[in-house]
């Protein structure tokens, strides 16, 4: 049975900072468990600054045994510092003792897939299911952080599309996303229900009615993040703004 839960902070440094000590703890103990953890990062002013907290303190996470996948990708070249994956890397990927194979970047718009998002996207399917238990098409992830735009986006999942609609592919193109740049590659909403933890990281007054909504119940067609829950829990950690329209 799935759990959800909403942690309140009095502003963004105070979430990034409790997510940070509990980002440590489920890797610490998933390594304890298993030899190794699998984490999903985001792109957005909140994930970045996660990752360099966790630059700064990662407490015993051993960086060497974790998988790094990315629920999404700006499809853009190479080294474009507008990518995901340049951000993760520059706040802490290039910092701390990651092993190369077990980062898995989104391919890059000059990369071995050209110009074409959709070979690009198959190609990320076919690297999470090669890292799937068998039977399965994704590892089972420890934790996929996510970011929440103000209309509820996540991921490259936006309202009223049918990239959030997806129910099969865990990995798909989207070409005409409404917040550029338009072409990107993303996770789907089934794929992120295959991670044990979601975690949402909000901030701002302007994300708070879409946290109201989605912590409320709304369709994910609606509000996105509605629909991000995780196999075992889901956990919103919202400061005061991004909370204030909660009816708690
Ligand atoms: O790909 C993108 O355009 C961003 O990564 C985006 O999805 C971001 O995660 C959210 O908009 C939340 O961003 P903030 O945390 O900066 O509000």
């Known amino acids: 049975m799935s759990e959800t839960s909403v942690l309140h902070f009095l502003d963004a440094d105070a979430l990034v900072d409790a997510a940070r000590s509990r980002f440590v703890d489920v890797v610490t103990?998933?390594?304890?468990?298993?030899?190794?953890?699998?984490?999903?990062?985001?792109g957005g002013g909140t994930g970045i600054a996660l990752l360099e907290a966790l630059r700064k303190d990662s407490g015993n996470i051993d960086w060497s045994r974790v998988d790094v996948y990315f629920?999404?990708?700006?499809?853009?070249?190479?080294?474009?510092?507008?990518?995901?994956?340049?951000?993760?890397?520059?706040?802490?990927?290039?910092?701390?003792?990651?092993?190369p194979d077990r980062v898995f970047r989104m391919a890059a718009s000059d990369g071995p897939h050209e110009s074409d998002p959709e070979v690009a996207a198959a190609s990320y399917a076919r690297v999470l299911a090669?890292?799937?238990?068998?039977?399965?098409?994704?590892?089972?992830?420890?934790?996929?952080?996510?970011?929440m735009g103000g209309e509820?986006?996540?991921?490259?999942?936006?309202?009223?599309t049918d990239a959030v609609r997806e129910t099969t592919q865990y990995v798909i193109a989207v070409e005409d996303s409404p917040k550029p740049p338009p072409v990107r590659i993303t996770l789907t909403l089934p794929a992120i229900r295959r991670a044990k933890h979601v975690w949402l990281l909000v901030s701002g007054e302007a994300k708070a009615e879409a946290v109201?909504?989605?912590?409320?119940?709304?369709?994910?067609?609606?509000?996105?993040?509605?629909?991000?829950?995780?196999?075992?829990?889901?956990?919103?950690?919202?400061?005061?703004?991004a909370a204030s329209k909660l009816d708690t």
């Open 212 to 241: 109201a909504a989605a912590v409320g119940g709304a369709s994910p067609d609606d509000v996105p993040s509605a629909g991000a829950v995780g196999s075992e829990s889901t956990v919103w950690f919202v400061d005061t703004a």
């Open 29 to 42: 103990s998933a390594q304890a468990e298993r030899g190794s953890a699998s984490v999903v990062l985001t």
């Open 71 to 99: 629920g999404d990708e700006r499809f853009l070249p190479a080294g474009d510092p507008e990518r995901n994956e340049v951000q993760a890397s520059d706040a802490l990927l290039n910092h701390v003792d990651v092993h």
């Open 152 to 160: 509820g986006h996540i991921n490259s999942l936006f309202p009223h």
């Open 130 to 147: 090669a890292h799937a238990d068998e039977g399965e098409r994704a590892p089972e992830f420890d934790v996929h952080l996510l970011g």
